[in-house]
C-alpha cells in the first residue's frame, strides 16, 4: 500500500463523529483513486496502530481507538477530568448491577428471549429490558421460531460503544465452568472495581476543588 | 440474625451465592438443609418490606425445600443406572448464573475505563443551555399575529349553558286540599277547569297525582265527561 494514504486515513477517521469503519476508507480510496488501488482492512488497522504510536510517541492528547466496528478519535485518559468538567455526559449515571448482569447474559447469549434470560437470572427482567431497550443498549432482533414467537433480544452498536468495544469477539471470555471452581472467589476483579470507583471518588474531589488546584498543576 | 441490605442482592441465586461464598461451602456439595433454612430466613425478612421481590425468592425457597425432600428419599437413578443428585439442577444454575455475574464485573471495569475517554463530537450531545433572547422568545411573531389569535380564541369560546333550577313550591297534600275545597264548592267540576290557570307543567302534574290518590281515597269519583279529552270529578258524601 502507497505510504500516503497514511494521511488520507487519518483525514478520514479526524473527520468522522461516528465511528468509521475499514470498508468506509476503503470506499473512499478506491472512489477517487479507482477501484484497482490495492488496499486490505489489515493495511488500514497496521496504518492506525502507527499512527497511534506516533501520537503517543509525542505525548498528544488523544489517539485512535478501534470501537463498535471502526475508528474513532478519543481524547487520552489524562484529560478526563477536564473534559468532564464540562460536558454534561460524565454526570451520567453509571449502570447498575441488574442492568449490567443482564447485558452480559445477552451479549453472550444474543439473540434470546426474555423467559431465556430470567431462567439464568432467576428474577423478573422485564422492567431491567425496557431499561436498556431505551438506553439502546439491547434490541428486538427478532422473533424466535418456536411457540408463541417471543421477541428475541440482541445487543446494539451503542452497546460496544459504551463498553468501548471493537466487536463482541472482543468481549472478555467467561470463564469455564472448571476455572470457576479452582478460584472460588474472585477477589482480583473485585479489587479492581473497587480500584476505579476510588480512583472515580478522587477525581471528583478533584473536580470540586479545581480552582484551588490550577496554580499547582 | 445478621442484617442483609436488601437491594445488594439481585435475585435469589444471587443470595445462594452469597451463602455459598461467605460460608466458603462447596458449590458441588451444598449443605441443602442449612441453606434452606437460612434463605428461609431471609424471604420472610423481605416478605415484609417487598412483596413484588420476595415472588422470585419463594420460588426458590420452594425449589430448596423440594430438593430437601428429595434427599431424603432414595435416589433415582438415569438410564445409565448412575445416582442422580437432586440439586444437580441447582449447581448448573448457580454455575451458570456465576458465570455471567463474572462477566457483569468485567463489564463495570470497561465501563468505568471507558467514561475516562471522549470522543469526537462530546460535546454535541450536551444540551444546549442558551440563555433566553427575545429573537427566540418571538420568532416571526408579530403583535399582529398574538392579536389575531387571542380574538380568536375568546371567539372560539362557546357560550356557556345556564340551567336554571326553580323550586316550586307544590306538594300532594296541598293539592289534595286544593282539589278538596273546590269539589265541596260546586259539587262537580271538570279536570281542566281545576288545571286552568296553572302555569307550571309540575303544578299540574302533582295535581293529577293528587287527584289518583283522592280517588284511591275513595274521596272523589271520577266520571267520563261529554267534552273529548276531559273529565269530571265529583264528590262522594261519605268521603
Same mark, same amino acid.
Given at each position: 500500500m502507497d505510504k500516503t494514504y497514511s494521511t488520507v486515513i487519518e483525514a478520514l477517521i479526524f473527520s468522522s463523529d461516528e465511528p468509521i469503519s475499514e470498508g468506509e476508507i476503503i470506499r473512499a480510496i478506491r472512489g477517487i483513486d479507482g477501484e484497482d488501488i490495492e488496499i486490505t482492512s489489515s493495511d488500514i488497522h497496521s496504518v492506525v496502530e502507527e499512527l497511534n504510536s506516533k501520537y503517543e510517541a509525542s505525548v498528544n492528547s488523544f489517539k485512535i481507538k478501534k470501537i463498535a466496528n471502526g475508528f474513532l478519535f478519543a481524547t487520552t485518559e489524562e484529560n478526563a477530568k477536564y473534559l468532564g468538567f464540562l460536558?454534561?455526559?460524565?454526570?451520567k449515571r453509571r449502570l447498575s448491577q441488574a442492568a449490567l448482569e443482564t447485558l452480559a447474559i445477552i451479549a453472550y447469549?444474543?439473540?434470546?428471549?426474555k423467559p431465556e434470560l430470567e431462567q439464568i437470572r432467576g428474577v423478573n427482567s422485564d422492567y431491567i429490558l425496557n431499561t436498556l431497550l431505551e438506553k439502546n443498549?439491547?434490541?428486538?432482533s427478532g422473533r424466535a421460531e418456536t411457540i408463541g414467537r417471543p421477541l428475541l433480544y440482541g445487543t446494539t452498536t451503542e452497546f460496544l460503544k459504551y463498553f468501548g468495544?471493537?466487536?463482541?469477539?472482543?468481549l472478555p471470555k467467561p470463564r469455564e465452568i472448571e476455572e470457576i471452581m479452582k478460584d472460588e472467589d474472585f477477589i482480583d476483579q473485585k479489587n479492581k472495581i473497587m480500584m476505579n470507583y476510588v480512583e472515580e471518588s478522587i477525581e471528583k474531589e478533584l473536580e470540586n476543588s479545581e480552582g484551588e488546584n490550577d496554580t499547582t498543576e | 440474625m445478621y442484617k442483609i441490605k436488601l437491594d445488594q442482592f439481585e435475585g435469589p441465586l444471587d443470595l445462594l451465592l452469597f451463602f455459598i461464598k461467605r460460608d466458603e461451602l462447596n458449590i458441588y456439595d451444598i449443605p441443602i438443609s442449612r441453606i434452606t433454612s437460612e434463605f428461609l430466613e431471609y424471604v420472610n425478612l423481605i416478605k415484609l418490606m417487598d412483596l413484588e421481590v420476595a415472588g422470585d425468592f419463594i420460588l426458590m425457597a420452594s425449589t430448596l425445600m423440594h430438593i430437601k425432600v428429595r434427599m431424603l428419599l432414595p435416589r433415582e437413578v438415569d438410564e445409565k443406572g448412575e445416582e442422580i443428585d437432586p440439586r444437580a439442577d441447582l449447581i448448573k444454575a448457580l454455575l451458570e448464573y456465576k458465570k455471567y455475574k463474572e462477566v457483569a464485573e468485567d463489564l463495570n471495569f470497561m465501563e468505568s475505563n471507558q467514561r475516562k475517554l471522549s470522543y469526537r463530537?462530546?460535546?454535541?450531545?450536551?444540551?444546549?443551555?442558551?440563555?433566553? $433572547?427575545y429573537d427566540i422568545l418571538l420568532k416571526n411573531v408579530s403583535i399582529f399575529d398574538l392579536a389575531k389569535a387571542f380574538k380568536k380564541a375568546i371567539e372560539g369560546l362557546k357560550p356557556q349553558v345556564v340551567h336554571e333550577i326553580r323550586k316550586i313550591n307544590v306538594t300532594i297534600d296541598e293539592q289534595i286540599q286544593f282539589i278538596l275545597s273546590k269539589v265541596m264548592e260546586k259539587g262537580e267540576i271538570h279536570f281542566l277547569s281545576i288545571v286552568h290557570?296553572?302555569? $307550571?307543567k309540575i303544578r299540574i302534574v302533582i295535581t293529577f297525582v293528587a287527584l289518583l290518590e283522592l280517588a284511591k281515597m275513595e274521596k272523589i269519583g271520577i266520571r267520563e265527561s261529554p267534552d273529548f279529552n276531559d273529565f269530571v270529578i265529583y264528590g262522594i258524601a261519605n268521603g
Open positions: 460536558s454534561s455526559e460524565k454526570s447469549k444474543q439473540p434470546m428471549t443498549l439491547i434490541t428486538i468495544l471493537y466487536n463482541l469477539s472482543d | 463530537g462530546n460535546f454535541s450531545h450536551d444540551e444546549m443551555i442558551a440563555p433566553p $433572547e290557570g296553572m302555569k $307550571e
